[in-house]
C-alpha cells in the first residue's frame, strides 16, 4: 500500500492507503470513542459512537467503517459528533444494567464520565432495560453471560469466530431482546472450548470470567507481569495479574508475536498449579521408608556426597540426568554444564527424546537443521497446508487459529491422521491410513507426483545434493509404490492420493506441519525421511511459506534442545565428538579440554534401561516424570528401584519421586526469570510473577549448590541474564539475541549478531548441511515387529487431548480443566466394540503384553475397524503400562503410537 496523507480536525496525518480511520485516529492520538470496534475483528459499526463527518460524504458516517483515502478530511470532533454520541451513549445505557463488581475492565464507564452521564437523570433517554428478559447464563466452567450488560456490539461473536476460528457464538431473538447464544443452547452444552476470546474483548463484563470474581477489585490488582505461558510450544505471551501473590487473571498480550493477544484455555485459566496446597515446599530425605522434612544443607550435602561417592566408586558412567522442557534455557543449559563437568559425562536427555527425536534425527541429516522451517503466522498465508500425525487444534490451539484463518481466506488442507481430529472439519482432504503405514503412503503419494511430472527439476539441479542421481534413486525405490500397491497397504483410495499429491505438489507455496504420529514409530525416523523426500522432489522448501514444521508439545522442547541437553550435542547443535568443537567449549569453561568426554552420552530410554541393567547407578532427575512419560511403565519402575540413588527436582511430589531418595522444591516457570523458545524458533523472555511457595528455589541455583558441594566450579552467576549471556557464546545461532533485544517481542534464531533482524524462514538461500545441499533419503516401508494377535488384536494410538499436558502435572491441579476432562477413556471403533459386547461409557480393561489398566469405553467411528486411541494425561489410567520400549535404531524413541492390546469389559 502507498504512503498518503489525510487530515483529522486540522492535524496532518501520514499512512497507508486503506487503513482503517478509526485505528489512524486512535494510533495518532485523536481518541474517537467506540465499543463495538477492535483493531484484531472487521468492523462492524454497531454502537454508532465513532461517528465522524468526512468532507464531500453525507451526513455523519461511523469511522469504524471508513477506509482512508489521500486527501480525505475528516472532523472527528465538534458540536453536532459529541451531542450525537452524547445521544447514542444516553442510549446504550438505557438497556444496560450497570451494576459493577470491579472485577473486569469496563469500557462504559469512562464514556460515562466523559459525557457527563453519571446521573440518569441527565441522561436524554431513560432506562428501559429492567422490562427487557434477562438471560444469564452461568453454565460454562470459565465464564457467565449476561444479557442485561449487554449492547449488542457483535465482539464477542466476532472473536470468536474472526479470531479463534471457531464459530461457537451468535444472537438469539430479535430487537432489544436479542442476546449472546453458544451453540443451541446453554454454553455448557456447546462446542465452546473455554477459550475466553469473548472474555477478553467484551468491552462490558456482559461475559466475564469465572475464578476469583468477587474476590479482587481491578484496581486492586498489586502488578501485571508479562511472560511467556507455560503450557505448549507456541509461546504465547500472557498479561499475568497479582493479588497478595497469587494469580488472579491471566490475559493475551495484544500486538505481539506469536499469539496477538489470543489464548487457549490452559493458557487463559490453567495457572491454578502456580498456587496449589499441594506444592513442594521443602526439601524431602527418605528416612527408613518415609520422606521427612529436611532443610537445604543437609539435603544438598548428602546428594554431593551421594553422587561423588557413586562416580568413585563405579565411575563417571553410572550417573545420568534428565533435563526438561518444562524449565528454562538458562536452567537447561547449566544443568547440561553439570552433567558434563560434575558427572563427567554426555548422560544427559530429556522429553524431546520421547516426541520428535525422529523429526529432530531426520531434518539434521536431511537439512542440516532439526527447527522448524517457517514462522507461526505462515501458517495463516501458505497456499497449502499438509498436516500428517499432528492434532494441531487440540495439540497447539494458537497455531491452529492462524491455520483457520487461512482456511477462510482459500487455504487448501490436506489432513494425514488414522483417527479423525477436529481439523478434519476444515480439510478439503482427510487421508486416514492404517496405523504405520505413512512410509508406504508417502512414496505413494512420491510415486505419482513423480508419473504426473510434479516434479521442481530446477530445485532438484540446484538444491538437492547429487541432484538428479538423487532422484533416479528416490524414483528406483517409490517406482512400487503405485496407487493400486499404497491402498493395500494404507487403506487410502487411489482416487484420494491422487487428489493429495496433486493438492500439494501443483500449489504455489505449501508448508508441512508434523508431529508424534509420525515420529513416535519405531520406524519414525524414516517416516521423517519420507515426507522430506516429498518436500523436496516437489521443491516445497527454501522459499517463503514453504518447508517443514514440527510444532513442539511443551513450551521449552526447542530451546532446551537449543541450549545443550542432549547427549550428542553442545549448545548450538554442535556434536561432542567433534575435536575443535570440545576445545572451544573447554576454553569458554575455563576447563582442560581433557576433562569433556569424546563419546556420546545415553538417551532417555537408554539412561532407563542402563539403570534395570545395573550400569547407572545414580539419576538426577530434573521436571521430568519417567514413570507417566517413559514407555513399558513396569520396566521403568523396576529401573527406579534399582537405582543406589535417585534425586527428583520438581514443584510436586510426582509418581516418580515416590521412588526418589530426595525430592528438591523447584520454582514454577511463574516464578522466576529467563527464557525459552517456542516452535518457530522465537527466544521469549519468562519473568518472575510471584514468589516460590516455601523455600523452593529456582532449578538454577539449585544446580550451581549441588555442583559446588562435589567440588566442581560450573559458575557463579548473580542471575539468569548472567547465564543467558554464556549461552550466547557457546551457541552461535543464539548469539545476537540479547535481553534487552527480546524485553518487547521474541527473535527468531539463527540471530548470530546484535544487528541481526533474526530468521523468520529457513533455507532461503541454502541449507546448513556441509554441501549447502538438502538430501534425499530414499527409504521402504517395514512392516511392526509387533502386531495385532488373537490373544491382541487392536492397535492402540496414543496422544494428547485439549485440555491437559502430557504428564499432567500442571494442568490436572486446575479445577477449571479438570471441569472439562478429569477421566480416562478409550476411543473404540463401533465394529470393534459390537463385537465385544461393549457400550459407549462402559468400564473395560485395556490389556497389552507389557501390563494392564482400566478406563472406560468411547465409541466412536474416529478411529479404524481394529484400532483404537487413548490419551496419556490420566495417571490413573496410565497409558506407558501398555506401550513398548523398542526403539527407532536412529533416533531412539519409543512406539507411543503403535501398541497391541485387547479390550474387554472389566
Known sequence: ???????????????????????????????????????????????????????????????????????????????????????????LLSEHNEAYNASYEDELRPLIRRYKLEKPADRPVKPIWQNIPRIIDDSSPVLTYDSSKCIKCFRCIKACEEVQGKGVLSFADRGISKYIV??????????????????????TGAIVEKPFRGKFKIDTVEKKVITTCPYCGVGCQTEVFVKDEKIV?????????????????????????ANHKKRLTHP??????????????EALDLIASKFNEIKLKYGSESLAAYSSAKCSNEENYLLQKFVRLAFGNNNIDYCTRLCHASTVTAMLKQFGDGAGSNSIQDFETTDCLFVIGNNIIETHPITATYVKRGKAEGQKIIVVDPRWTPLV???????????????????????????????????IANRVENGLQAFDELKAITNKYTPSYTEKITGISQKKLYEAAKMYATAHTAMIATGMGMSQ?????????????MCLVTGQIGKERCGVNPPRGQNNV???TDVGASPVNYPGYIPVTNDENRRKIAKLWNVPYENLDPKPGLTTIEIMNAAYDGKIKALYCMGENPVITDPNQNHTIAALEKLYFLVVQDIFETETSFYADVILPAASLFEKDGSVVNSDRRVLRLRKVIDAPGEAKTDWKIIIEVANRMGTDIGNYENAEEIWNEVREAAPILGGVTYQRIEHEGIQWPCPTEDHPGTSTLFLEKFNTPSGKAKIIPVDYQPQSEIATEEFPIIMNSGRMLYHYHSSTLSRKSDILNAYADKSYVIMNPNDAERLGIKDGDEV????????????????????TGEAFMPWHFHESPVNALTRSEMDPQSKIAPFKYSAVRIEKA
Not at 486416514?432 to 521442481?456: M, R
Open 284 to 297: 524431602l530425605i527418605k528416612k527408613n521408608g518415609k520422606f521427612v522434612k529436611s532443610s537445604w544443607n
Open 425 to 459: 472439519k476444515y480439510a478439503d482432504i482427510w487421508l486416514q491410513p492404517k496405523l504405520a503405514t505413512d512410509v508406504a503412503l508417502l512414496n505413494g503419494l512420491v510415486n505419482i507426483i513423480i508419473e504426473n511430472d510434479w516434479v521442481d527439476k530446477d530445485f
Open 182 to 203: 453458544a451453540g443451541f443452547g446453554e454454553w455448557k452444552n456447546s462446542e465452546c472450548d473455554g477459550c475466553g476470546e469473548c472474555i477478553q474483548l467484551c468491552p
Open 558 to 560: 526447542q530451546g532446551a
Open 845 to 864: 480393561l485395556v490389556c497389552s503384553p507389557r501390563g494392564n489398566l482400566k478406563t472406560r469405553a468411547m465409541v466412536r467411528d474416529e478411529v479404524l
Open 249 to 273: 487473571r491471566i490475559d493475551g498480550v495484544e500486538g505481539v508475536l506469536p499469539n496477538d493477544g489470543r489464548l487457549c484455555v490452559k493458557g487463559r485459566f490453567g495457572y491454578q498449579y
Open 1 to 91: 500500500m502507498k504512503n498518503i496523507t489525510i487530515e483529522i480536525d486540522g492535524k496532518k496525518i501520514t499512512t497507508e492507503e486503506g487503513t482503517n480511520l478509526l485505528q489512524v485516529a486512535r494510533d495518532n492520538g485523536i481518541d474517537i470513542p467506540g465499543l463495538c470496534y477492535h483493531k484484531k475483528l472487521t468492523p462492524t459499526g454497531a454502537c454508532r459512537l465513532c461517528v465522524v463527518k468526512v468532507e464531500n460524504m453525507p451526513g455523519l458516517v461511523m469511522s469504524c467503517t471508513v477506509q482512508v483515502k489521500d486527501g480525505m478530511k475528516v472532523t472527528a470532533f465538534d458540536e453536532e459528533t459529541e451531542q450525537n454520541r452524547r445521544h447514542t451513549l444516553s442510549y
Open 521 to 533: 514409530q519405531t520406524v519414525g525416523t524414516n517416516n521423517v525421511f519420507s515426507l522430506i523426500n
